[in-house]
């Protein structure tokens, strides 16, 4: 299945997707598989069986085993928590199925790369789920700035965890999101990064220095409101960003002036704002549409393992920054209450 011919059979036909890992986000991905024309979704596997079956019964699947899904299947999903990430991986391609794997692309920038030189060695697609991608106002962004000069970028993703707990750190869960889409906004690499973080590992921001612009990123889990927000400004312009609204909104032409009224003199600010239009639509189904097209006619993924990587390399030196080595911070706790400050050059 992993070279061109398997691609030419696939295109005519049904593909044969599955779900590895089918918690709330795989599960997500098997209900839009299961909703795509000329998708069948030929079955899910997870390590608790009550919830593959559950799953399976509600998408009129198959709860099956690893093996047997990866021998159904033309590409599948994988969506297991990210230190099964390579092996998972690993196995897929080593069956020659095609994989979309949930953001990190891995633990370690090193299996990052060892999966996408094993993914061009056996011509798969493997394509990182950095969903935001999709976002339809994050893609109506890129096409408004191609030709504008951008000088800085500036994220924002906060607010309380939805189960009111917190998992891992914001960096990896959250900042990941809007450092890839950074990267690709300005079609670069970072040369400094500075960093900060407290609240044990639940809020982080970083500042991330490229050749032409200045990027300042926040993540938050202990903000009691969600946002989640991107601001660029070009000379041009300043485009605003509202992922959960999916609106774009531009300010161009800013003057201030004054004014007399019956002699009194007032000042106003004007500025000219534009909304482009936006094709609302949900992202984790142009997701998938993008990757089953990937898959279809062999062409390159819009978000490829080197995107993937590259975030990655971005967030691991972030985490780093903000919160000291892994091994060392519990001590750095006691020592300064969770919170670290340190930059490096990238």
């Known amino acids: ?80 928590p990210t230190h099964a990430h390579y092996e998972t991986v690993s196995a897929c391609l080593e069956a020659g199925v095609h994989v979309l794997v949930e953001k990190p692309i891995a633990e370690t920038v090193e299996q990052g790369e060892r999966l996408a030189e094993r993914a061009r060695e056996e011509d798969l697609v493997l394509q990182v789920g950095h969903i935001e991608r999709f976002n339809p106002a994050v893609q109506t962004v890129e096409e408004v700035i191609e030709d504008l000069d951008v000088i800085g970028v500036e994220a924002e993703r906060l607010g309380p965890p939805i189960d009111r707990t917190a998992p891992g750190n914001v960096v990896f869960d959250l900042m990941v999101h809007d450092v890839d889409v950074v990267g690709s906004i300005l079609d670069d690499q970072p040369h400094s990064i500075a960093a900060t973080g407290t609240e044990n590992g639940q809020y982080a921001t970083a500042t991330i220095e490229y050749d032409d612009a200045v990027a300042t990123v926040t993540a938050s889990r202990v903000t009691q409101k969600k946002v989640r927000k991107l601001t660029v400004t070009a000379r041009e312009c300043l485009v ?20 007399t009224d019956d002699g009194q003199s007032r000042y106003r600010h004007e500025s000219v704002v534009e909304r482009p239009r936006v094709d609302t639509g ?65």
């Not at 986000?25 to 593959?52: F, Q, S, W």
């Not at 978000?303 to 390399?313: F, H, N, S, Y």
Request: glycine share 6%.
């Open 1 to 80: 299945m992993s070279t061109d011919e398997s691609a030419d059979e696939t295109t005519d036909e049904q593909l044969r997707a599955g779900v590895i890992g089918v918690g709330s986000m795989g599960e997500n991905h098997a209900r839009v598989y299961a909703e795509l024309p000329g998708v069948d979704l030929a079955g899910v596997t997870d390590h608790d069986d009550d919830i593959a079956l559950r799953v399976a019964a509600e998408y009129d699947t198959e709860p099956v085993d690893r093996e047997t899904l990866l021998e159904r299947c033309d590409a599948v999903t994988v969506a297991v």
């Open 282 to 346: 949900e992202p984790l189904r142009n997701e998938l549409e993008s990757f089953v097209e990937a898959v279809r006619t062999g062409s390159e993924p819009e978000v490829t393992a080197e995107d993937g990587i590259r975030a990655l390399e971005t967030v691991q030196l972030i985490d780093r920054l903000a919160f000291g080595p892994p091994d060392h911070r519990d001590d750095e706790a006691d020592a300064d209450d969770g919170s670290a400050e340190r930059e490096v050059e990238a």
């Open 240 to 259: 605003e960003v509202d992922y959960l609204e999916q609106s774009v909104l531009i300010h161009r032409d800013s003057y201030p002036e004054y004014l």
